[in-house]
């Protein structure tokens, strides 16, 4: 997200990330694929931003001296950026570099060192998604068919049971399978088949940690197909999108879900609170943290998991006090 001060930075719009020659364009084309879509999209706003601010400071963008770098996180630091859009500054810039086959600056020593300073008097603890945990999950079903404003008025009762068949939807399907947004939004009925238990396997086609597209399968619980199938319209065929919301939409629904059930900091709710509450759910059920990592469709050994699940793992102390 561009903030006010990356606005006080890049007065204008320079080119797009980054400009290969044209003998280049073909492999810079089949390197972007690796990425996911929004990946994608943050790495050539953060490139932007950087190639404007070298415009107006009369710098190189491409290829970036490693002092050029620098300076430049120093001006990002000293206008408000956080050091985790440092991070995702200097990442898009070594990206560029790649892609325009030129050794990246990031790799500098200078920089790196420069980077770590900065870590160190910027970082803040990062405040955690909202999770869709059991008990929230227990709260939501509690007040999902309650009749709420809408417009200038109330739903009906018929309305309310109808809108709130697909919050329970979502939130069982983003809970059990944690699903990224991306995900969400592209998930068919026909990625969704029932099992003789009553349980449910989701195929996820494409995913941010699956740049080949090889896909994966994951498991849902009998509660979350049942919430599917009171969902599904009669006759709809498996190429039917089952949400139907497109990634922002799926984010704000999420949040006014928890916001309707009352909950206290629904404000930090969001699209990734199926994800932060799989994980949390599964840890306290005593799941390792491999399996956990195998839902989540997480990198093994990434941290991810570990930093979502730090205040279950970290009962474990009480054991031996």
Known sequence: MTTAADRQIVPHEPSS???????DRGVAASLESVLADNTRRTYDAQWRIFAGWCDEVGLTSLPAEPLTVARYLAARANSGASIATLRLATSAISKAHEWAKLESPCRDPG????????????????????ALTADVLAVIRLTAVQPRSRGRGFETSEQAVERGKFDLALVAVLSDAGLRRSEAAALTWGDVVRWDDGSGRITVVRSKTDAEAQGAVVAITPAAME??????????????RVIGLSESQIARRVKAIAKAAGLADWEFFSGHSGRVG????????????????RQGRWKQGGGMVGRYTRGETAGSALRYL
């Open 17 to 23: 990330l980054p400009e290969l020659r044209a003998a």
């Open 111 to 130: 920089v790196r060192a420069s980077l770590k300073g900065w870590g160190r008097r910027l970082s803040k603890p990062q405040r955690q998604s909202g």
């Open 227 to 240: 919430a599917l199938a009171a969902l599904r319209p009669v006759g709809v065929g498996g190429e039917a």
């Open 278 to 293: 799989m994980a949390r759910r599964m840890a306290q059920n005593g799941a390792p943290t491999h399996e956990i990592e």
